[in-house]
């Protein structure tokens, strides 16, 4: 396989694991977000800066920016998730922009707009893909546990859920701060892999792109959402041919997806044996029932 | 015998609209006990209130000798009090076990780590708390329907679903309300059987808000009656029935 091919292919793991943490906070815990890129911005820069100026090692630098996205995500959880509504979804708006100008602007540690280069190229395929397996797992593992049933209680009726005996407010903090980390560490492998960072590669564009393969991909499903990212990446990388146009087409298979399958790609399925055999079990259902019909 | 729930002059005001006026009841530890009135006299707010949905304006509510005025709704569910709704609040897209087993989870509590790497304790006791809403659901009726999504379940069986739900909780106190809103006589009838089957066998005691009259006389041996957000009578269903206050407030008053 050709580099570019391989970029792809490490550029999609990244995606992916920012996707498997916003499918996790907007898809199985109902609250909508607009700012996590900036969740990707700390976790880039702090990578970018512990590996460049203090000489640690990438794997560790890694995991640091995505506990200190994690940290940040929980502190401004604790008093936006306390509310049930869009509160979060707004602050989560002037959180992400809020994110990104103080790294344009805290000049002596960033280095401003113009970016900041000679990051090592640490994200070789064999990292972003370990990174996506592990992560991936351990996502899987938590929606199918006493977690993900909780997580999804509290985004289907909160009232019930309480009374169930949830704290749906710590539920919803912890959604967060797991999504957190999940988007810092996929910044920080982006770091690694682009060996350069810039603010403006984590703007509002960037948080609704990540929204956006998510509702695409079924809101409540995680292999949804892997295969919404992985569509939607291979459309931007396919066409970049044809530039500025590829947008034209990014943009009409969404329409098409929220038109024909307003639910998603999977809905709130997940890609498993079982459901392959479900959906020919209804075609045949479907076409015996025609018959009968006639 | 000691009263497990006791309301002490308990008012709720919602902006100028008096909901529950100085309402005052004991249920002693075991009793079935009915909440009756006519719509809108306050019975789902006396819930709300006992569950913390709603914090009272004044009074006080013991549960056990215990005061639970300011309590949030999920401490009060560890207190050992569970609730069904009016207008049901099932989680519609999971399945029905799903429903039931994210209720029985809370006695089966394991740590983070162990639910996102499937080590330790996951797999004992995701075990038996699938094997306790299995036979919760057995209980029910409901075992054969275990993977069906909830919404998509006839109504009555809803109402089961729901109440499986709360026992799973394993309450001490179960508040029912409405349990058979919009169920034909034959559907009530097996609904009066389970209620009175599972306050036996589960050492219950029960709540029931009801409009089906002759189930309330026929089930519970201790009925409150409200209307306007006060109690008008208190008492064994031969007194109710023949209270003139409930009579004023089912039929109205003689010209």
Known sequence: ?294 | MAAILELKDVNKAFGGVQAVKDMSFKIETGELAGLIGPNGAGKTTIFNLITGVYNVTSGDMEYKGRNINKLKTYQVVSLGIARTFQNLRLFAASSVLDNVMTAAQQHYKYSFFEAISHFGRWKKLERLTRGESMDLLERVGLADRAEQAAGTLPYGLQRRLEIARALSLKPELLLLDEPAAGMNADEVDQLNELITSIHRDFNLTILLIEHHMDMVMEICPHIVCMNFGAKIAEGSPDEIQNHPEVLKAYLGEEE
């Open chain 1, 1 to 294: 396989m050709d580099g570019y091919v391989l970029g792809i292919i490490n550029l999609l793991a990244i995606n992916c694991i920012a996707a498997l943490g916003v499918s996790l906070f907007t898809g199985f815990t109902g609250v909508f977000t607009l700012g996590h890129a900036g969740y990707m911005a700390i976790g880039a820069y702090t990578a970018a800066i512990l590996t460049v100026e203090h000489g640690v090692h990438f794997i560790p630098a890694i995991i640091a920016g995505g506990l200190l996205a994690m940290i940040l995500a929980y502190l401004i959880g604790l008093p936006t998730l306390k509310l049930v509504g869009d509160y979060y979804t707004i602050a989560s708006l002037g959180l992400g922009e809020a994110i990104r100008l103080v790294i344009e602007n805290w000049q002596s540690l960033t280095r401003g707009a113009r970016g900041y280069p000679g990051i090592d190229n640490y994200t070789t395929l064999p990292v972003s893909l370990g990174f996506l397996l592990v992560m991936g797992i351990g996502m899987f593992f938590l929606v199918n546990s006493s977690y993900g049933r909780a997580f999804k209680a509290c985004r289907d009726d909160y009232v019930a859920a309480s009374l169930l005996g949830f704290n749906t407010a710590r539920y919803r903090v912890l959604s967060l701060a797991i999504s957190g980390f999940y988007c810092g560490v996929s910044g920080a492998l982006l770091a690694g892999f682009m060996s350069f960072v810039q603010p403006v590669m984590f703007d509002m564009a960037k948080s609704t792109e990540l929204v956006s393969v998510v509702v695409f991909g079924g809101l409540g499903s995680m292999s949804g959402c892997l295969i919404g990212t992985t569509i939607l990446t291979l459309i931007t990388e396919l066409f970049r041919p044809i530039s500025q146009y590829r947008m034209l087409i990014y943009g009409l298979v969404l329409v098409l997806v929220m038109v024909l399958r307003p639910e998603g790609i999977m809905g709130t399925n997940e890609l498993s044996l079982r459901y392959i055999k479900s959906i020919f079990r209804r075609r045949k259902k479907m076409s015996a029932t025609e018959e009968g019909a006639r």
